[in-house]
Structures are given as C-alpha cells and as structure tokens.
C-alpha cells in the first residue's frame, strides 16, 4: 500500500506576509473622531434650539470675546480648544473626520498619543488665533475641526507624504525635510497650491440654521502654516 500523502521531502512554504488590517487607525485618531460624532448627535438629537445656542455660546470659538467687549470669563479660556469638536453638519462633520483619518493616522503613529494630542491643541488654537486677528469683532461662532486637521496637512507636507507601512501601521517616514527642499517638490508645491485655492476659494463655510457664523479660511491657513512650520518641536529627539 503506498501512502499518497507523503510527509518528507515536503518544500518549504515561504512566509507569508502579514496582512494590514482594512482600517488601521490609531486609537487616538478613533477617540477624536467619536468625540466629534457624539457631540454632533448630541446637539442635533438631545438639544432643543435654545440649548444648542447656548452650548455654542459655551463651547464656540467667538472672537468679539477677546476685544474688550465682554468681560473675561472661564469659556473665554476654554473655547480655543473646544471649538474643534463642534461642526455644522453632518456634511461638514463627514468631510473633516475623513481628512482626520487620512491625515492624522500616520501622524499620529510617528509622534506617538501625548504629542499628537498637543499638535492638535495648538494648531487648532493658532487656526482660531489667525481668525481673531482677521475679524476681531465677529459675533459669529467659529467651529470645526478644519484648522486642526490643516496642520496635520502642513505636518505631512513636510514628510513629502511619504508613508512607511512595513511595521504594521503606516506612519510618516524619514526626516523632516527643509523647508527649502520642500519647496522643490514638484508633488508637495502642487498639494499646497491646491489646497490654498480651494480655501481662498470656498472663503467660508456656513452652519446651522439662520446662523451666519463660518468656518474661515484665515483658521485653515493657521493652522497650516503652525503645523508645516512647528512640526519638528513636536518630534522627540528618539524620532
């Protein structure tokens, strides 16, 4: 009797690659957008007309409130960062939590959570920052969390957006390239170009009913410029 399945001689199998998951986003990245989505259902599903004015009036970025205008009070210190985690609609919401995703994930790997945290704060403070000095006696509310995510856009300039996913989970690759070289970059030159049309162009974006407040371009720019410029200070010296 022979044995059809023979077990020596057997070639070795080559090792097969590991496979990527189909999302692989950091969980920081994960957080930050159901922060954004919960607020949105919250305000569009749990608050009457009243409450939602009042909770923007808490948590919106509104710029005649550093003009002398108003006395200072507790929101005053607050709303530069809460503002990012309101949106209009579920338009604006979508449109911002998929350039988080793409952007933010392998930003988020190369600096690890603390620092991205901190990208985030600052970025989107400099963005509502650059808006005030524009229009410091607008009563319109300033939300959304384009000026954050901007600067994740101006980080990844500066990588050329080059991704490495050999370890398991893309992330910017290689140094942080000056300026200068940037600047050469045909691909990096053409993104940067675009994307100072489309602001320019779309000038601002409007929300909720019979509200005249905007997301501006001045918040986009930013928070761009902050992040292409200061992303070394938030690369540890081990990266």
């Avoid at 162009?201 to 501006?216: K, L, R, S, V």
Wanted: aromatic content about 14%.
């Amino acid at each position: 009797m022979t044995n059809e399945h023979p077990t020596e001689d057997t070639p070795p199998q080559p090792d097969q690659p590991p496979r990527e998951p189909i999302f692989n986003i950091p969980g920081i990245v994960v957080l930050l957008i159901a922060l954004c989505a919960a607020v949105h259902v919250i305000r569009v599903y749990f608050l009457s007309i009243d409450a939602d004015t009042g909770l923007l009036l808490r948590a919106a970025f509104i710029p005649v409130r550093y003009s002398g205008v108003f006395d200072i009070d507790v929101y005053a210190f607050t709303t530069p960062f809460t503002y990012t985690f309101l949106h209009g609609d579920w338009l604006h919401l979508g449109i911002n939590m998929v350039w988080l995703a793409a952007f933010g994930s392998p930003l988020a790997n190369r600096m690890g959570v603390p620092r991205f945290v901190l990208f985030w704060a600052v970025t989107g403070l400099a963005a509502a920052a650059l808006h005030w000095a524009v229009h410091p006696f607008d009563q319109g509310p300033l939300i959304g969390a384009s000026g954050a995510i901007s600067g994740m856009m101006g980080a990844s300039a500066r990588f050329a957006f080059r991704i490495d996913r050999r370890g398991g989970r893309a992330a910017f690759a290689g140094p942080v390239l000056p300026i200068g070289e940037v600047l050469r970059s045909r691909s990096v030159v053409t993104f940067l170009a675009f994307w100072m049309i489309v602001n320019l162009a779309t000038g601002f974006y409007g929300f909720g009913p019979g509200a005249e407040a905007a997301i501006a371009w001045e918040a986009h720019i930013g928070g761009f410029v902050t992040g292409f410029f200061g992303l070394p200070y938030f690369l540890g010296k081990h990266r």
